[in-house]
């Protein structure tokens, strides 16, 4: 079974460029999850979808960063105008596997922005 | 307050060893559910194991097991006979709500533990 598939894997921009980022997640997950990851801290949740419809997006700065997720699979998060503090690991998950009602997710190996 | 709290300074085991990694939580949801991810150097995480608040035995996968004091609102993580590979960050994580699919994961700080040979 293929896993979470992110591209690219580094980008490094200017403060004020935009930027986006690319999630394919696990065939036949429903769930998918857009973390911020800072250096030296745990992730954060930006987004979750559920299909193509958002559940949580309480923590995405709305004013610079967008995601979507068309026809409920493959999700494109973006950012502009980009500021340093934006600089960071950006993981992808996705979750849809019982075990029970774990739900664990998966993620993919990230994308590391570095805004200079 | 934190929900997810994660003290320890970076952790150190000798190869072979049995090491604990600490985890305290804050909830006021009797529903939740606890994850322990790890995160190597090359950046994914992995998921490693998992405990449900209605769990009344405490949860093991191979090598890890999740010594889980309800009362004292503690999941920390034991990892038996420590191996090099093992060397990495630990992540504890809490899902809060019945609905798992629909409710987000609040991590912790994350610990550092190095395996020595």
């Known amino acids: 079974e293929a896993g979470v598939a992110q591209s690219p894997r580094y980008k490094i921009i200017e403060k004020r460029q935009s930027v986006a980022f690319w999630c394919n997640p696990i065939?036949?997950?429903?769930?998918l999850y857009w973390y911020q990851q800072i250096l030296g801290q745990g992730p954060k949740l930006l987004i979750q979808?559920?299909?193509?419809?958002?559940?949580?997006d309480s923590q995405l700065p709305k004013d610079r960063f967008s995601a979507e997720r068309l026809k409920g699979v493959d999700s494109t998060l973006k950012i502009q105008p980009a500021k340093l503090e934006d600089s960071a690991v950006y993981l992808c998950?996705?979750?849809?596997?019982?075990?029970?009602?774990?739900?664990?997710?998966?993620f993919g190996p990230g994308t590391r922005l570095t805004v200079t | 307050a934190q929900k997810i709290t994660q003290t320890q300074p970076g952790m150190f085991v000798q190869e072979k060893e049995a090491v604990t990694l600490d985890c305290t939580y804050d909830?006021?949801?009797?529903?939740?559910?606890l994850f322990w991810y790890k995160q190597p150097s090359s950046g994914e995480m992995i998921f490693l194991i998992y405990q449900g608040s209605y769990d009344q035995q405490n949860a093991t996968e191979g090598r890890y097991s999740l010594n889980f004091q309800k009362a004292r609102k503690s999941a920390n993580l034991v990892i038996s006979a420590s191996q090099l590979g093992d060397s990495a960050m630990y992540f504890c994580a809490m899902r809060e709500g019945r609905d798992g699919a629909n409710s987000k994961l609040t991590f912790g700080k994350g610990i550092t533990l190095s395996v020595r040979p």
């Open positions: 998950a996705s979750s849809s596997g019982r075990r029970g009602w774990v739900y664990e997710q998966y």
């Open positions: 065939s036949g997950h429903a769930t």
């Open positions: 909830t006021s949801d009797p529903s939740y559910g």
């Open positions: 979808f559920q299909n193509n419809g958002v559940v949580d």
